[in-house]
């Protein structure tokens, strides 16, 4: 049973415009923190026995440009899956850059011996997911959402035709 | 007995009582006779924990000797000085660095470690005496130096509180609105008419730069303050050769910095430790009022009571004129091209 569509069903109904408009914010919308690759400048400091921060969150694809110092003795910096190492003494900066290029968890210890809790000395780097796999993840879920709506919708439509046809 | 029983016998008393032998006879003989050298083993553990053991030695004049230092702790740096240009850089815990050399004349030298590792590591020193076999009790006593000297003579009391009264951290007198900028007084220093004095080097080093700026707005009085603020950096920058100045940059990182901060912000990482407040030497309103002898002497003889070192038996002259020198590019913005 094929109707020619009437002018009504060809406007588009205000839901699917709200549909539209949500994709396309979670397309361009710049989140918070996380607008595309930045760099990330992070001031790392070493002490008898810990990193400060101990965890440090930065995006995939992000510049990190980390200023290593050491407060007490000699320390190092060895940071796993990079394979980065850096020695630091107390009163000079040492600067270490790199591009995250590889998402996940990473350990980042202390390279040089410096005490009998040396080996504890361990901080972490979070490579987050980056932001276009969170715009994907974000399309998704909306596309989802509109398919649900949409089944929704073509059912009510198809009962309430069915009411006008008395065939209900 | 047979023959071959006896040979079979011969190999084996060769193996159980010829080989350890020969093993030991080189380890405790024949090496130290090759070898003809006298071995110090020196262990360096930071100041909280003893410093150096031993920290003082004696040699002779024109006995080889080596010096080999073992980090027992953290990690050490082992410099040896004045004038004897050896650094073995860092030693890790459980690393040894060693060191042959051989005096010849009388003195007294010290080792010391160059890198920070502890609240005290600045007093982590150790002294060489070299003396005269034929003479073991006479050392050459230490000669006064003559900047020292001269500032006494002339009643400067190197200790005094700076600027009457003013410590450092109140409010100057001298008020410097930028980072001086000694490229730009390259630039201006043809248009500005400069006192002959002032171009001595030699008289530069007893002055204060106020006190010259002070002469500058007398003989310039339309020039604007800022030019002359330039003008006078660049005074004060140009008389070290790059070399030298990269030498003393490495010599303020390793032995300085800690205290005094890397860029001269008096906010190094042992800062806080000291029993006054580490000068900061890139505020130029208060370098400006200091004296290159007196810095030079400070270095030298450190201050008492401070807690600044004192670092006249680590340095020659030369390399505590050359410091110096770099303080004074600490608190200018841009350096002029070498000429
Ligand atoms: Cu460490
Ligand atoms: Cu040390």
Redesign the interface.
């Known amino acids: 049973m094929t109707r020619p569509p009437s002018p009504l069903s060809m406007r588009p109904r205000p839901i699917w415009v709200l549909f539209g408009l949500v994709t396309f914010a979670v397309l361009v919308a710049p989140l918070p923190g996380a607008a595309g690759a930045a760099t990330r400048e992070i001031a790392l400091d070493a002490t008898q026995f810990e990193f400060a921060p101990g965890r440090v969150h930065v995006n995939r694809g992000d510049r990190v440009v980390i200023t290593l110092?050491?407060?007490?003795?000699?320390h190092g910096f060895y940071l796993d899956g990079y394979g980065l190492e850096r020695?630091v003494?107390?009163?000079?900066?040492e600067q270490i850059a790199f591009t995250a290029d590889k998402p996940g968890k990473f350990r980042f210890r202390c390279a040089?011996?410096?005490?009998p809790l040396h080996p504890f000395m361990i901080g972490e780097l979070i490579v987050e997911r980056n932001t276009p796999y969170w715009r994907a993840v974000g399309v998704v879920l909306v596309a989802a959402a509109g398919m649900l709506v949409h089944l929704w919708q073509s059912g009510k439509t198809r009962s309430s035709q069915e009411v006008i046809n008395g065939t209900g | 007995m047979e023959r071959r029983e006896v040979a079979a016998w011969v190999a084996v008393g060769l193996i159980v009582i010829g080989l350890p032998s020969a093993v030991l006879g080189y380890q405790h003989w024949l090496r130290l006779a090759a070898a003809e050298q006298r071995v110090i083993d020196i262990q360096a553990y930071a100041p909280e924990r003893g410093g150096f053991a031993p920290d003082a030695i004696r040699v002779a004049v024109n006995e080889p000797v080596t010096l080999r230092f073992a980090a027992m702790d953290v990690t050490h740096g082992v410099a040896l000085g004045p004038g004897l240009g050896v650094d073995l850089g860092h030693i890790d815990p459980g690393k040894v660095k060693e060191i042959s050399l051989t005096f010849d004349r009388p003195g007294t030298y010290t080792y010391y470690c160059n890198t920070w590792c502890g609240p005290d590591h600045w007093r982590m020193r150790g002294t060489i005496q070299v003396i005269d076999p034929a003479n073991p009790d006479l050392l050459p006593a230490a000669q006064p130096d003559p900047v020292i000297a001269a500032l006494i003579a002339e009643g400067v009391d190197i200790d005094a509180q700076h600027d009457a009264g003013r410590k450092h951290g109140d409010a100057p007198a001298l008020i410097i609105e930028r980072p001086p900028s000694a490229q730009r007084g390259a630039t201006l220093f043809g248009s500005v008419t400069i006192p002959p004095e002032v171009s001595d080097p030699a008289w530069r080093r007893s002055h204060p730069p106020a006190h010259v700026l002070e002469l500058l707005r007398q003989t310039n009085r339309q020039a604007p303050q800022a030019d002359l603020i330039d003008v006078v950096a660049y005074l004060w920058t140009t008389d070290t050769a790059p070399e030298t100045l990269a030498a003393a940059e490495s010599l303020y990182n390793k032995n300085c910095a800690a205290c005094h901060g890397q860029t001269g912000g008096g906010d190094g990482p042992a800062a806080g430790t000291t029993a006054e407040k580490p000068v900061a030497f890139a505020d130029a309103a208060y370098l400006f009022e200091r004296r290159s002898d007196v810095l030079y002497a400070k270095i030298r003889r450190g201050g008492m009571g401070t807690d600044m070192p004192n670092f006249g038996t680590l340095f020659t002259p030369e390399e505590t004129w050359a410091l110096v020198e770099y303080l004074w590019t600490l608190p200018v913005s841009a350096l002029p091209e070498p000429r």
């Open positions: 110092t050491a407060s007490d003795v000699v020695r003494e107390p009163g000079i900066t040089v011996s410096c005490g």
